[in-house]
């Protein structure tokens, strides 16, 4: 049985990103997801162009990363997307790493899960009361939704480790994960995921699996499209834990082994990767965003290879 299944859309200018976004609501395609890093493009800027040239496709990121921004500068953002395409919108959000931001930015990246806390409940406020009265440890905002309506979008967030998860259960309407193996998620996250909702008293929120996906016969370029395209998160010390805590202690090397990369990617045919799928459903997903792996000397060919299969099985 198979949940949500939504497709990232990043890669090209803007326009490309759109017309990507409008083919997949016509080719049946649930959901369509961008993520925001660097100086890249904004994925909330995009989705309000997307927003106007679609009608059904619901519309989320995975991840708007907090420190860049001010949740009130985010608030008049999703207002702009959420009056162009009503009940579409799903607000992903994350505090990002260490590296990216001190590096990038110049901001000081202290005590993340602290900001993410500040950052949804200040959202939250001003999105479903209309108006917010905060003094945090890392933000204030005093600030009326001129508008007066109160919106009801999700507010979603980035999870990695148990702690990540136990807030994500405590606090938002949803766990992102990112290149997590599957058991993973089973043994690790969906138990600190109803945690969190107990602790919090309400309903576990759902866990959603962003994961790299390649419909693909030829494994071995599988892997080498997977090295080359999915960064250097082994380097990075919290992926390094996630991995060791996942069965992998080859991850200190900072290097993709072939086992972890097995563990990451859904990949094979068709029938295999289907039941990749299926098998993250039934350990608690409750819904996958495909993140397309380009495998082989023709990328275009294998986007669409997986593309048709992800639109097969929505």
Same mark, same amino acid.
Request: net charge negative.
């Given at each position: ?146 508008? $007066?309506?109160?919106?009801?979008? *999700?507010?979603? +967030?980035?999870?990695?480790?148990? =702690? !990540? @998860? &136990? ?118 997903? $409750?819904?996958?965003?495909?993140? *397309?792996?380009? +495998?082989?000397?023709?990328?275009? =060919? !294998? @986007? &669409? ?10």
């Amino acid at each position: 049985m198979f949940g949500k299944i939504g497709v990232t859309a990043m890669g090209g200018d803007s326009k490309t990103v759109v017309e990507k976004i409008i083919k997949f609501e016509n080719n049946g395609i649930k959901a369509a997801w961008l993520t925001t890093g660097g100086a890249g493009v904004d994925g909330l800027t995009i989705f309000a162009a997307a927003a106007m040239a679609t009608e059904s496709i619901l519309l989320g990121t995975c991840i708007t990363p907090t420190y860049p921004r001010h949740p009130i500068t985010t608030v008049q953002q999703v207002q702009v997307i959420n009056h162009l395409a009503p009940n579409r919108f799903r607000l992903g959000l994350g505090p990002s790493h260490k590296v990216s931001i001190e590096a990038t930015y110049g901001i000081e990246h202290i005590a993340p899960l602290t900001n993410l806390r500040e950052y949804i409940f200040i959202v939250r406020s001003m999105l479903e009361n209309g108006e917010v009265e905060f003094d945090g440890k890392q933000y204030r905002a005093h600030a009326r939704v001129l508008s $007066g309506q109160n919106l009801e979008i *999700p507010i979603m +967030a980035s999870a990695l480790r148990v =702690k !990540s @998860f &136990e807030l994500c259960g405590e606090i938002s309407d949803g766990a992102i994960s990112w290149v997590c193996p599957g058991t993973y998620l089973r043994d690790v996250a969906i138990p600190a995921l109803n945690k969190g909702a107990s602790k919090a008293n309400r309903i576990v929120p759902p866990l959603i699996v962003h994961a790299p996906i390649c419909v693909h016969d030829d494994i071995d370029e599988v892997r080498k499209a997977a090295r080359e395209q999915l960064g250097n998160y082994p380097k990075s010390p919290f992926y390094q834990q996630m991995f060791s805590d996942s069965g992998h202690p080859e991850a200190i090397e900072g290097v993709w082994s072939d086992g972890m990369i097995d563990d990451v990617v859904l990949m094979g045919n068709e029938s295999a990767v289907a039941n990749q799928i299926e098998r993250l459903f039934k350990w608690g997903a $409750g819904e996958i965003i495909a993140h *397309p792996l380009l +495998a082989g000397s023709d990328t275009e =060919k !294998s @986007f &669409e290879r997986t593309l048709s299969l992800i639109s097969s099985l929505s």
